[in-house]
């Protein structure tokens, strides 16, 4: 209809969703309606009124189609009216003088015949702020144009970047045919609000980025004040003073943003692992239901008060914590996510931007009708294709516990690329081989009804792994240089010049035995050493951790591998 450009058809159709014409427009593939794309609909009846305050219909003529890319938060109808003075005669009068209650001296009145409409839509926006399809169409004339970039603020579970490469890793793949979106890490181990908002003009601010994504609440939210199921009055008001600090601390940091141009997107915090029984560290039981529970809806509320983008973490992995203990999302400290509930993180991010949906790798075969397919037969009955992947597939070789995954945690499973289908082969078993590697044996049956090739070794996986390894690179060069910038910041709240490495060492070594670092010095001990080695090399390090990153782009392009599928032996 458009071209890659995104569209919107609206109007008053005088046909209702019963209607021929309506179910036309439905089955073109081409529109969706925003009513039933919303995920809030306010006012869930028909769009007519004749003018009658007191009339109700299901029927809806008014419609708002929108092309596929489009995100529609909320739907509703506006049931406007207003109210006009009618004539008061002679018995309406002596009924008011006589204190006669229910004299009607109004009259409710519509504005239309058809209630106003209001829809908020949006489209997926974190490969943007330029028109990433015209940039494909047009790439050489837009050589110069800036890449995108993003950034994550927050604390360790941040810092440590384990979610955040993740999640550079599915962008990555899903857009490698794009200019590369730049991921800049902003998270400080220990962090709270407070922090965040005092170092956003030395940290962060100083760097141009487009969209922010902020989590932060666990340094927020003192382990030991959510314990008891009937906390006293002074208990309560401790909790309260806390969340509203939070609030007061998180409205700053979102304000400040905005006001540098930047798209802000909150994410609820991750749960603490109130529920897992084997884990070393002491349990704060109430801290995730009670407490990064509140921090959690404080998040939700001011995403709704300053109309941003927000991700849900907490609810959805405090289910898998509570249902699928196998899983074991958290660490032993039962505060920082292991790889699989990184993974986790990640993927609902990417559900939650419209990012899992890109289209994945399927291909569908039919040996009898080749139409769109070059395929060869071979001398042994078999026949031979090319599998053109435009989309790396998710590293499932290298994350042992996938498969366990994928079926509790409907976001992961989204992430899964490659699929393939082969109808009409004769009855019998068939070995399927990539670029001349035999990778399994299926039925016919099983062909026909197609394959998942994520745990297959295909080039593919290959690919997906050597990937994973440019990613993990590219993390550890980013924790080590946001390890020097939080020893900057030790400095700076020790009132200490952060670029005086002579005089910062005994100050380092002080804090670690007196102050907030007591008793972390196997954490910071060699984080503070490598700041003495690297002080004065940020730059340098920056540098290398661009050059990392675009390694790990470079990495994330489909592969492209023949197929043969012959008789098995």
Known sequence: MCGDDPYILTGDFNVDQKNEIYSIIMDSGMLQDAFHAAKHRMAETGSMNYFKPDFNTDCRIDHVFLSPGFKVHDYGLLTYSFWTPVEVTEEMQAAIDAGQE????????????HYPVSVCVELPRLRAPQDWAQYARYEEKNKGVQKPKVVFIGDSITHSCNWVAWLKYIVNTRYAYLPEVEFLNFGIA?????????RLEWDVLPHKFDRAFIMLGMNDCPARIWGSENPSESEIQRR?????????????IISRLEKSGVEVVLLTPSPFDEYSKDLNAENFLGRNERGIASYAEAIRTLAREHSLSFVEFHRPITEILKKNSDLKMCGRDRVHPRQNGSICMAALVADAMGIAEHEANKISIDVLDRTGHRISNLPNGGFRFLCDNKILPFPVSSVSSFSRMEKSIESIRKLKSEFLSVKNLSAGNWTLKADGNVIGTFSDEELSKGIDMSYCNTPSQVAAAEAKKAMDKWRDKVVALRNIIMTRQVLRIQKADPYDV??????LDKWLKTGQGKGQDDYFGPIFENFRKMSGREEE???EVEKAGHEFFARCKGVAYEIEIVPAK
């Open 240 to 252: 309260s003073s806390r969340v509203m600090s939070y609030t007061r601390y998180m409205t700053n």
């Open 102 to 113: 229910g004299v009607v001296v109004h009259q409710q009145r519509m504005i239309s015949d």
């Open 502 to 507: 002579e005089k910062a060492m005994p100050i």
């Open 541 to 543: 390090l920056r540098i």
């Open 190 to 198: 220990g962090d709270s609000c407070w922090n965040v908002k005092h």
